[in-house]
Nanobody, 124 residues
């Protein structure tokens, strides 16, 4: 059974930074792409970022390009989301997800495994 545990969320002010971590209990972690999604109050879950199995290919949603960076450490079975220049609009529950494929994807349908989420709140 694959388990994902996010950490690193919190309450920050606009302009601050946070780094989210997602520890994955998956023997074949290094073979699969990973993704971050978020869900703001009253809104649908949306794609944020994805990284391929080796970490050399990433893709971001337009609203966070240049501010967020996704990375992974396959030796530690962990994926990260570095979030800089946070804005109140980034307030959401952030979810880590593990893909069933090695290549990047923004479709939540291709991610069968999900964490419980971590709250990020950005005050103005």
């Amino acid at each position: 059974q694959v388990q994902l545990v996010e950490s690193g969320g919190g309450l920050v002010q606009a302009g601050d930074s946070l780094r989210l971590s997602c520890a994955v209990s998956r023997r074949t972690f290094s073979s699969y792409a990973m993704g971050w999604f978020r869900q703001a109050p009253g809104k649908e879950r949306e794609f944020v970022a994805t990284i391929n199995w080796s970490g050399d290919n990433t893709y971001y949603t337009d609203s966070i390009k240049g501010r967020f960076t996704i990375s992974r450490d396959n030796a530690k079975n962990t994926v990260y989301l570095q979030m800089n220049s946070l804005e109140p609009e980034d307030t959401a529950v952030y979810y880590c997800a593990a893909s069933r494929h090695s290549k990047i994807s923004r479709s939540s349908l291709l991610y069968p495994y999900w964490g419980q989420g971590t709250q990020v709140t950005v005050s103005s």
